[in-house]
């Protein structure tokens, strides 16, 4: 939680967040990631399906296409570029061999991420 509040910190939004926050929009993006969702539609059709889990996912907030919409239009995206270059760094130290560190390079198919990558949070 330490290194996603400093990546929050470091990419601050121009309002606000009063019910929505930012780990909120990570955690719907990420859920709708793993399930394969394929629009916002979607996306709030299946979290509103099993809204009795929400507070075991880390849900707080209201869940509505206008609130995903508004989150990913509003907030710089710049902030999930370089959360995801975290994780993959973070990633790369668990599978990379201790002996031979350059033995497990990653390969990401977005070259922003691969930029990223280098990026310090």
């Not at 330490?2 to 990420?30: E, I, N, W």
């Not at 206008?66 to 270059?85: G, K, M, Q, W, Y």
Request: hydrophobic letters at 45%; a positive charge; one cysteine or more.
């Amino acid at each position: 939680m330490h290194t996603f509040r400093r990546c929050v910190a470091k990419y601050p939004g121009r309002y606000p967040t009063l019910t929505f926050s930012h780990l909120d929009q990570f955690l719907c993006m990420g859920f709708a990631q793993l399930t394969f969702r394929e629009s916002l539609r979607d996306i709030e059709t299946c979290l509103r399906a099993h809204s009795t889990k929400w507070y075991h996912l880390g849900i707080r907030g209201g869940i509505a296409r206008s609130t995903l919409v508004d989150a990913n239009e509003t907030r710089d995206e710049h902030f999930a570029i370089l959360l995801v270059a975290v994780i993959a760094r973070l990633l790369m130290v668990l599978i990379t061999d201790r002996d031979d560190p350059a033995a497990a390079k990653p390969q990401f198919k977005h070259a922003m991420i691969t930029l990223a990558n280098e990026a310090r949070c």
